[in-house]
Structures are given as structure tokens and as C-alpha cells.
């Protein structure tokens, strides 16, 4: 609807933002419907403030977020592909299963964010922080990760397939140990599987 609300300082409800510019605006504590009827948002946050704005499931891929305050904003299972947020911060941000690939995080604070399986294949977050952050079952499949501070981040099973981690901090990535099967460590292998507390996982090497 292409939407002009450059400096606006309301908290609403919008109901289609496709193409809307809210550079500068102040749209803290609102929250967007309807773009799931869009593949392409296309908006301008820049420099926005959009303290817990809830995006939700919507579509809002190929805007531009750079350097707007997301801090504590929801994008649980939404649709944010090959979207601009550089600069940006995203503290403690709900992103679980939201889908981020394609997009650019460089120097983006990421901190505390909540981002269980979420989806940041192709993403470059160089220089980013994701201290703290929860990152469990996420994928970062051919990522940028140069610099991108993982101090005390949870990255249980993420897929880092691809991804340049060489100069990323805080971020150990634990090769695959094989070793000779016997009967004892078969048994020992299936009841790590059954158990609800036993968090290792046996690989069996078998010839």
C-alpha cells in the first residue's frame, strides 16, 4: 500500500506494509498483519524504532532494517529473507523457526536473542553479536560468521555446513570421534537414545 510514515510515532496495528517507509518512525510496541499476502515486503525501517513490534509470521523479506532498534521484537516463524540488518539491534529478539536466509546482519546485535531452529542459511553476520544468544537447531549453512562474537551462545546441533567460521569468537565446533564397535557400546549407543537425560550421542563406526 505503499504507506508513507516517515517519523511517525505511533504504536498500531498495520494491516498491509508492503513498500511502507517508516524511516525514522517510532512504532515501538505495535504489531503488523497481512503480509502473508505478499511474497516481497519491500518497507524501509531504517533507523526506526520497533522496541517489541511484533512481526510474527508475516512476510516482511527484502526490507531494509538497517540500523533500526528491534530490541525484544517477534519474528517467530516469520518469513525475513534477503532483508538489510546491518547495524541494527535485534537484543533479545524472538526468532524461533523464522526464516532469516539471504540476509545481512553484518555488525547486528543479536545478543540474547531467542532463535531456536531458526533459519540463517546465507546470511552474512560479520562483526555480529550474538553473545548469549540461543541458537539451538539453527542453520547457518553457507553463512559469513567472520568475527561474529558467540560467547556464551547455546549452538547444540546447529548446521554450520558451509559456513566461514574461521575467525568467529567463542564458537567450537567438535569433530565427529569414531571408534571400534563392540556389543557393550552397541547397548550403551541405543539406551543414549532412549534417555531423556543422557545427552551424548554415540556415532558408530561400522565395518
Not at 98 to 119: P, R
Not at 147 to 173: H, P
Amino acid at each position: 500500500m505503499n504507506f508513507q510514515l516517515d517519523g511517525a510515532t505511533h504504536s498500531v496495528s498495520y494491516g498491509e506494509l508492503a513498500g511502507c517507509s517508516c524511516r525514522n518512525a517510532d512504532l515501538s510496541g505495535g504489531w503488523a498483519s497481512g503480509y502473508g499476502q505478499a511474497n516481497r515486503c519491500q518497507a524501509d525501517f531504517t533507523n526506526a524504532k520497533l522496541v517489541g513490534f511484533h512481526f510474527g509470521k508475516s512476510i516482511c523479506s527484502d526490507s531494509n532494517f538497517k540500523k533500526a532498534d528491534l530490541t525484544e521484537a517477534t519474528f517467530e516463524e516469520g518469513t525475513t529473507k534477503n532483508a538489510n540488518f546491518q547495524g541494527a539491534c535485534l537484543k533479545s529478539l524472538r526468532g524461533k523457526q523464522a526464516n532469516f536466509s539471504g540476509s545481512d546482519f553484518t555488525k547486528a546485535d543479536l545478543s540474547e536473542a531467542d532463535l531456536v531452529k531458526a533459519n540463517f542459511d546465507g546470511c552474512n553476520l560479520t562483526g555480529a553479536n550474538l553473545r548469549g544468544a540461543v541458537l539451538t537447531g539453527a542453520s547457518l549453512k553457507g553463512a559469513c560468521l567472520k568475527g561474529a562474537d558467540f560467547t556464551d551462545a547455546s549452538v547444540g546441533q546447529v548446521d554450520l555446513n558451509g559456513a566461514e567460521i574461521s575467525q568467529a569468537k567463542g564458537l567450537s565446533v567438535e569433530p565427529v570421534r569414531k571408534i571400534a564397535v563392540g556389543p557393550k557400546l552397541k547397548e550403551l549407543s541405543e539406551l543414549a537414545k532412549k534417555s531423556d537425560t543422557f545427552r551424548t550421542t554415540i556415532d558408530l563406526e561400522t565395518k
